[in-house]
């Protein structure tokens, strides 16, 4: 998540950015296709975003940008994540202590997961500060 907040004397805007895009299609003569298509936005979004950035910052020099959660929100998720994650891999330990292999297989595959989707999320949210010349390499698609 990329934000962009701005706070001059009683005020707050933040915006949140996403690029997804859908196509429905519907073939006139080819029933055997999907009527469901996907298009790639890597360019055109990144593009936007550095646009979008170059102005804001020359409109307000001011400004302040964010990425990710709030940290009063992230850390926790963190420390929660570290538990989880310990706490299955001593589910593992004890299962195979216990000759149970199949249940140690079950959780040790469900415990890679885990690891996969949330450190890409817990990566992506991550707190901070950026500047508009210096967007976050592992939030932006290649150019």
Same mark, same amino acid.
């Given at each position: ?9 009683? *005020? #707050?805007? *933040?915006?949140? %950015?996403? =690029? ?7 073939? =006139?003569?080819?029933? *055997?296709? #999907? ?12 593009? %936007? ?7 804001? #910052?020359? =409109? ?20 929660? %994540? ?36 949330? *450190? ?24």
């Amino acid at each position: 998540m990329i934000g962009v907040s701005a706070s001059p004397p009683g *005020t #707050s805007h *933040t915006a949140i %950015f996403a =690029a997804y895009a859908c196509r429905i299609d519907q073939p =006139a003569r080819n029933r *055997t296709a #999907s009527i469901l298509t996907y298009g790639r936005l890597d360019r055109a979004y990144s593009v %936007f975003v550095r646009e979008l950035h170059r102005r804001i #910052s020359n =409109a307000a020099p001011l400004i302040r940008f964010e990425q990710g959660y709030r940290p009063l929100l992230y850390w926790p998720s963190l420390v929660a %994540f570290v538990a989880i994650a310990l706490g299955l891999a001593a589910l593992v330990v004890r299962a195979l202590q216990a000759d149970a292999y199949g249940g140690a297989a079950f959780i040790c595959a469900f415990l890679a997961l885990y690891l996969w989707h949330s *450190t890409n999320f817990l990566r992506r949210n991550r707190p901070g500060v950026y500047g508009h010349d210096a967007l976050p390499k592992d939030l932006m698609p290649k150019p």
